[in-house]
């Protein structure tokens, strides 16, 4: 059993050799997401949040669960609960389907700010993913997410 | 006896074919698998780049001796140990209500929930009844001696 694991380290190590080189030299620190093959999307900071808002020049999208989103969201964001899209099956595929008409309709120039709730909350970077993948080519990850804009009473909206 | 040897040839491809297909999809995007077992929140973020890099290979290289036969034993002890892991894992997210796909076969993951347990206990029991099944000439030795 254990000349299995000890293959598995070798062959681990030697296919994934530039992969570890650049884990060791800082990279993948933040999130796993590979900067070459996802240039169009990095993270901002509540700052540049607020004022992407304000400017009015970017789509807010949000990832949490309708309800979650229904209860509270920043103002003017578009709801792509990405857990629900993936239907019963938890399928990517499926989420991927989902997504494609919904934003037909913005031009893949458009600055997007996909944000979930904060924390540990993965959904936001998963969907940054799916829809870089449909083109878009400036998506922007809000890390502190729902928790820190509405620790900090920012504005919001509610849907009813 | 020949029914036996037949059936646990069965759970040996059914076992080994599931693990080599995992890991392969797994290796081709280790950073993705990366991403999977963080959304988990179990395990340190450093601890997961390591586990998705090596991971995938002990699948890998344990699926297919189970299927070709060289230390299959041990393969099948391997693969219920990593079984009974991802049962936990999974387990632990259905219980903390964490929304997430399994990430057990790259893109075609499916949801993390109790079916998913469910599949992973078969394959459980499949990969056990491969390990306390021992060779002939192990069988022969233990008889008592008259």
Known sequence: MLSILLAGLVLGGVVHFSLLSRFLAGEFRHSFLDPLKYAGIRFIALQETQDLLESGEALFIDSRASREFAAGHIPGALSLPLEEMKGSGGSEEEARKSLSPRLLSFSRDKTLVIYCEGGDCQTSLALARLIHDLGFQDIRVFEGGWAEWSALGLPAEVSR | ?146
């Open chain 2, 1 to 146: 006896m020949k029914f036996r040897r037949s059936l646990l040839f069965f759970f040996r491809l059914v076992v080994g074919g599931v693990f080599i297909w995992a890991g392969v999809l797994k290796v081709a995007d280790p950073l993705e698998f990366a991403q999977s077992i963080k959304n988990y929140q179990v395990f340190p973020h450093a601890l997961v780049f390591f586990i998705a890099i090596f991971l995938p290979w002990v699948e890998v290289l344990s699926g297919s001796l189970l299927v070709l036969g060289p230390l299959r034993r041990s393969s099948a002890l391997l693969i219920s140990a990593m079984l009974v892991g991802f049962i936990g894992l999974v387990g632990l997210a259905v219980l903390r209500g964490i929304d997430t796909s399994c990430g057990c076969f790259g893109s075609f993951s499916r949801k993390a929930d109790l079916s998913l347990m469910l599949a992973d206990g078969v394959l459980l029991y499949f990969a056990l009844s491969v390990f306390i099944d021992r060779p002939l000439g192990t069988r022969a030795s233990r008889r008592p001696s008259p």
